[in-house]
Every structure is written in C-alpha cells, then in structure tokens.
C-alpha cells in the first residue's frame, strides 16, 4: 500500500480527480434522472400561478396575490390545465395578451440568456480557479543545491572519510 500511496504515484495523483469525478457524475445523475415525480394538475397550476405576475399588484406573483385579477388568471391556468395545454404555452398566452413583462421566467434567448448561462459560467471558473490553486498548494517546491551546498557536502564526507567515528585525534 505503501507503493500505492508514494508521493509520486500515479494512484496518489489521479485519485482525487478520480473521486471528485464520480461526485459531479453522481450528482448530476440524481438531478437529470432522479426525479420521477409527475406533478398533478394542481401542482403544475400552483408552479405557473408562481411563473405569472398579478397584472394589478406591485413586485406579486398571481400564487401571492387576492386581487381579483390574479384570481381571474389562476383559473384560466386551471382551465388551460384541464384543457391538456404545456406550461410554456399556457405563459406564452399570457405574454401575448398582457406582454412580456408578466412573464416572472426570463426567456432564455437574446440577452436574457446570459441571466441562465452567466451562473454556469461563473461556477465553472470558480472550479477551474480551485482546481489551479489546488496544485499550487499541493506541488512541493523543488529544491537544489547551489554550488555552496554541494562544496559543504563533499567536505563533511571528506571529514568522514578521515574520521568515520568523529573521536578526532583522541585515539
């Protein structure tokens, strides 16, 4: 295990890559494929009723909102549930009957896709920053020896040499 674990082993080297692989490949899998829940009708009007603006409030969604304007949306969300409709095309009635700016999702097009890509980004330069730091800490300087280490070296083996017990002339 020794050999395994040198500082200079392979295994040693690759490991920490190697397990912090299988956590990224691991959590994405749970995150791609894990959730196999199906929202009800009244789950999915509860999400879109999150998603929507209530026309006549300031800064509430149509979920927060009592205006009667909101109430009016949550069931045309219902219905349009009922009917069999997707999320995004019941969304895309109401930006097309009231605008855009109902919308509380920003679309991920144009400039707005930077609001779902600059998080990815900036994660992935926070890694690549970690993983360069990383090295740096764990990267042993590498040490030589200047020509007065070696002169001082040869001289105390020279020493040695002519007094390999160190009792000098004492003998």
């Known amino acids: ?22 956590v990224v490949v691991a959590v994405l899998s749970v995150a791609l494929f894990g959730s196999s829940y199906t929202p009800t009708p009244a789950d999915r009007v509860a999400e879109i009723s999150r998603t929507v603006k209530c026309p006549t409030c300031a800064g509430e969604s149509v979920a927060e909102s009592n205006a009667p304007a909101s109430q009016e949306i949550r069931r045309q969300i219902n219905e349009r ?21 109902i919308i509380l999702i920003p679309p991920s097009s144009g400039v707005n896709a930077l609001v779902w890509i600059l998080p990815v980004i900036a994660v992935a330069v926070a890694i690549a920053v970690l993983v360069i730091v990383f090295r740096r800490w764990t990267g042993e300087p590498e040490l030589e020896a200047s020509d007065d280490d070696r002169a001082a070296v040869e001289a105390a083996l020279a020493q040695y040499e002519a007094d390999p017990h160190g009792e000098g002339q004492s003998r």
Do not use: C, H
């Open 81 to 101: 549930v009922s009917q069999g409709q997707s999320d995004e095309e019941i969304r895309t009635y109401f930006a097309a009957k009231y605008g855009q700016d």
């Open 1 to 22: 295990m020794n050999k395994v674990m040198a500082k200079n082993s392979p295994v040693r080297k690759w490991l920490p890559w190697l397990v912090m692989f299988v």
